[in-house]
């Protein structure tokens, strides 16, 4: 190795957290053709056979709880000796007024969302340190640079994980260690039917309920891009010689990351809002026509 990611003929080890469903499975199965040996970590071990069945050794993990971490880590080490990519990709979304969301929940999003991912990236860097190269891919959000209505605590988690990728990325990469952020737009998932049921829960008895439903039904039903393409950044992330430190995919993300970038914060709010609302009303259109 030499002080260098293996190459495409040898590839490495990599790790990838939130692997039992939708973006995560992607990534794993992306991975696995490419040649790395993949290490896919999640709460619901049941859901990863299938992954399993391609050659992913599976573990349980949760990014939440101390012990689990450092016994996944631990785990692949005693195997591998080594790791060479760690894809921090564990996270959810939890939507809901400000006024609404129980501070436990809030805490909850922060734990899985960010220091889940800085615990982990914690406990991998010293082995990348010593192998003089690794890369750490951070699963963040379009949603870490703009905002849309009732995700306060779920941007400000992705807000969190933007900054810190650009610190870890400062601190490390005289170590050969390179973080990358993947920025994923609308992507389709178990993502937002989750951060729709959530936002319903939260605001069922809620002064912002209206609003609210309005933009679970855009959460829930609007389609996005297939999970593949989230693979497909990650892996330029992961290959290329010199990766881009941001990558923001699909086209939505890129949109919607440089409209935030021109527009002023008022501005901003008005247009996002309107765009959604338009969104959701078409969607919900689209459902009356299905049930008609």
């Not at 914060?265 to 459902?287: H, P, S, Y």
Request: cysteine-free.
């Amino acid at each position: 190795m030499n002080g260098s990611l293996k190459d495409s003929a040898t590839k490495g080890v990599a790790i990838v957290t939130g692997a039992s469903a939708g973006i995560g499975k992607a990534i794993v199965r992306k991975l696995i053709a490419e040649g790395w040996t993949v290490y896919g970590g999640a709460r619901r071990l049941n859901q990863m056979s299938d992954i399993a069945l391609l050659g992913a050794k599976v573990l349980p993990l949760d990014v939440t709880d101390e012990a689990s971490m450092s016994t996944f880590v631990n785990g692949v080490l005693s195997v591998e000796r080594r790791i060479d990519i760690l894809v921090n990709n564990a996270g959810y979304g939890s939507y809901g007024a400000l006024e609404d969301v129980p501070l436990d929940e809030a805490r909850r999003q922060f734990e899985v969302n960010v220091f889940g991912l800085a615990r982990m990236s914690q406990l991998v860097l010293p082995v990348m340190r010593r192998q003089g190269a690794g890369r750490i891919i951070n699963i963040s959000s379009m949603g870490g640079r703009i905002w849309t209505p009732f995700g306060a605590w779920y941007h400000a988690t992705k807000h969190s994980v933007e900054v810190l990728s650009d610190l870890m990325s400062f601190e490390t990469k005289p170590f050969g260690v390179h973080t990358v952020v993947i920025q994923p737009g609308g992507v389709a998932s178990e993502w937002g039917k989750i951060a729709a049921e959530n936002l319903r829960a939260t605001s069922k008895k809620s002064v912002y309920r209206e609003d609210a439903d309005l933009v679970a039904d855009l959460l829930e039903y609007t389609k996005g891009a297939a999970p593949e393409v989230i693979a497909n950044a990650v892996s330029k992330a992961v290959n290329a010689r010199k990766p881009r430190r941001r990558y923001a995919v699909p086209f939505d993300a890129r949109f919607l990351i440089s409209l935030r970038w021109l527009l002023p914060e008022g501005a901003w709010a008005k247009v996002i809002w309107f765009m959604l609302k338009a969104m959701a009303n078409m969607t919900r259109k689209q459902l009356k026509a299905k049930a008609a």
